[in-house]
């Protein structure tokens, strides 16, 4: 009998029914899995595949559809991708407020140099995913920001939610070690992704300068546990149309901004954007210290959501592994605030 890997570093790994026997029973003992169909595999950074279970034992509860995520293709994602989402699941989501997908699993390998989540599946629980291509109303907007007002609130600097201590900046770690050398980073902004840009937006020396005066910026504010990512690709709808959040693979230490400044900024057009984000900011701060965080002061929360909005647009700016068509439209979105807001101006580049 072949050991048990609780974090295996392929797919075909995770879809034998034996493996996925094993680790059903670790909530529903007795469960044994004989049949597997495959509904869907997306392979971006991770692999996230959804599956369609028959299984014998186990109990009337038993999860039968589920989705399995962690680098298990060759994405040419490094495994220690998967580790924050998989600590975020197994450590934080029970002690957070947010709306996240039920977790059935979630378990590093023996050396604890990858991770695999399974959790149940979003779609066949009748909940449903948001695209770029379908920008945002401002309610749905507003919906996404009670979230992550929820998030911040709860993992405030000095809670114990925000002591975890797998959790960093991510920031400070772009920063200091850049994701992209600046020629191949100006080459994508030259490209189709910064076409509808101004060429002062376009500038990769100029956008890596104004990260690197962000994260000095960010260390010296007071900080919170950021969820990092939150464009419309990662916002699911729950069958009750409630909002909730996925992908946590850059969970951060760091500014509530960087959140709100992203979000914002790609679920809405640029037009909506332009019309309710100074209102939408407003509720945030609103919704955040009514949630038991700290009262941000109006002024102050605008010029740090305009100086915020360079981390989102950079992380845009620097993907490759995303269809083009997605990746196009959020740097145009984000790439527009930017300008619009004179983030780089304020940050003094």
């Not at 609780?6 to 007795?30: C, F, I, K, N």
């Not at 939610?161 to 400070?172: E, I, K, P, Q, R």
């Not at 002061?297 to 605008?302: M, V």
Request: glycine share 8%; with cysteine.
């Amino acid at each position: 009998m072949t050991s048990f890997d609780p974090a295996p570093a392929s797919l075909d790994e995770v879809l034998a029914p034996t493996w996925l026997s094993t680790m059903l029973a670790e909530r529903w003992p007795g469960a044994t899995v004989r049949d597997v169909r495959i509904v869907e595999v997306l392979a971006t950074q991770a692999t996230k595949a959804r599956l369609a279970l028959e299984v014998e034992g186990g109990g009337a509860d038993v999860s039968t559809r589920i989705c399995i995520k962690g680098v298990l293709t060759d994405t040419g994602a490094t495994p220690s991708a998967s580790i924050i989402e998989t600590l975020f699941y197994r450590e934080a989501a029970a002690v957070l407020s947010v709306r996240v997908p039920a977790c059935i699993y979630a378990s590093l390998n023996a050396d604890k140099s990858r991770g695999v989540v399974v959790m149940q599946d979003v779609i066949a629980a009748g909940g449903g995913f948001c695209t770029a291509l379908d920008p945002f109303t401002p309610e749905q907007a507003l919906d996404g920001l009670d979230e992550l007002a929820r998030l911040h609130a709860a993992a405030w600097e000095g809670t114990s939610a925000y002591a975890f201590g797998w959790v960093h900046s991510f920031l400070d770690q772009i920063t200091h070690r850049p994701v992209l050398p600046l020629g191949i980073l100006q080459e994508l902004l030259d490209g189709p992704r910064g076409h509808p840009l101004s060429p002062a937006v376009r500038d990769a020396g100029r956008l890596q300068r104004a990260l690197e005066r962000l994260a000095a910026e960010v260390r010296a504010a007071p900080r919170c546990l950021v969820h990092g990512d939150a464009h419309a690709g990662n916002v699911y709808s729950q069958a009750d149309g409630q909002l909730g959040l996925v992908d946590w693979q850059i969970l951060q230490k760091g500014e509530w901004a960087q959140d709100v400044a992203y979000h914002l900024a790609a679920v809405l057009s640029p037009e909506d954007r332009r019309v309710h984000e100074r209102a939408l900011l407003d509720e945030y701060r609103a919704r955040l210290k009514a949630l038991g965080g700290p009262q941000l002061a109006a002024d102050a929360a605008w010029r740090r959501y305009r100086a915020a909005m360079i981390y989102g647009f950079y992380l845009w700016a620097i993907t490759r592994k995303v269809e083009p068509v997605i990746t196009h439209e959020f740097v145009r979105r984000l790439g527009i605030a930017a300008d619009d807001l004179q983030s780089f101006e304020l940050l003094g580049v």
